[in-house]
T-cell receptor, first 113, second 111 residues
Framework: DAEITQSPRHKITETGRQVTLACHQT?????MFWYRQDLGHGLRLIHY???????NKGEVSDGYSVSRSNTEDLPLTLESAASSQTSVYFC????????????FGPGTRLTVL | DAKTTQPPSMDCAEGRAANLPCNHS???????VYWYRQIHSQGPQYIIH???NNETNEMASLIITEDRKSSTLILPHATLRDTAVYYC????????????FGTGTKLQVIP
């Protein structure tokens, strides 16, 4: 069955380190998204992509970057991790077009010490 | 500005219908209403969406008022597994950058 996976599921890192969170989907969806979820804030959009070589900033993109070199993967990089980036990160994908549901991965819990 | 307003929490007896309200008074003509839910710390799960007509699927029904300023998600026979946070989202027909999930409604189904 098609699915969306995230790795690692849990990560502890230190302030200032570069961290990359992986997201892989097998639905062949063109649209992919990264969200962070913090208590009291719901889910907030970090970056999104409509296809290969396309990336766009969401509402909380500072300190994060993404690249889309193929349809299946959208890795999220924290260039220099900060304690404020301790959060749960969710990746999602959807078919092309805007009237389509998003499928979410299981999440990655990141702790920055 | 928040695009949707939901009560922070609700209780529902097991086996009864759960009616979750959402206000979206600033919705524009080309914006859809979507509902997702998040069980414990899992990734959100799509439930249903609609533009202006009422919708029903195997999970729930969505009732949108005629002026489209509010909607209600109905779980016809709530079970303990429906305990989750439910998010009402208004999504424009073009672009994802303005989509926010907000804090949703925590639905507790009581035995």
């Amino acid at each position: 069955d098609a699915e969306i996976t995230q790795s690692p599921r849990h990560k502890i890192t230190e302030t200032g380190r570069q961290v990359t969170l992986a997201c892989h989907q097998t639905w062949n969806h063109n649209n992919m998204f990264w969200y962070r979820q913090d208590l009291g804030h719901g889910l907030r959009l970090i970056h999104y992509s409509y296809g290969v070589q396309d990336t766009n900033k969401g509402e909380v993109s500072d300190g994060y970057s993404v690249s889309r070199s193929n349809t299946e993967d959208l890795p999220l990089t924290l260039e220099s991790a900060a304690s404020s980036q301790t959060s749960v990160y969710f990746c999602a994908s959807s078919e092309s077009g805007t009237d389509n549901e998003q499928f979410f991965g299981p999440g990655t819990r990141l702790t920055v010490l | 500005d928040a695009k949707t307003t939901q009560p922070p929490s609700m209780d529902c007896a097991e086996g009864r219908a759960a009616n979750l309200p959402c206000n979206h008074s600033t919705i524009s003509g080309n914006e859809y209403v979507y509902w997702y839910r998040q069980i414990h710390s899992q990734g959100p799960q799509y439930i249903i969406h609609g533009l202006k007509n009422n919708e029903t699927n195997e999970m729930a029904s969505l009732i949108i008022t005629e002026d489209r300023k509010s909607s209600t998600l109905i779980l016809p026979h709530a079970t303990l597994r429906d305990t989750a946070v439910y998010y009402c989202i208004v999504r424009p027909s073009g672009g994802y950058q303005k989509v926010t999930f907000g804090t949703g409604t925590k639905l507790q189904v009581i035995p």
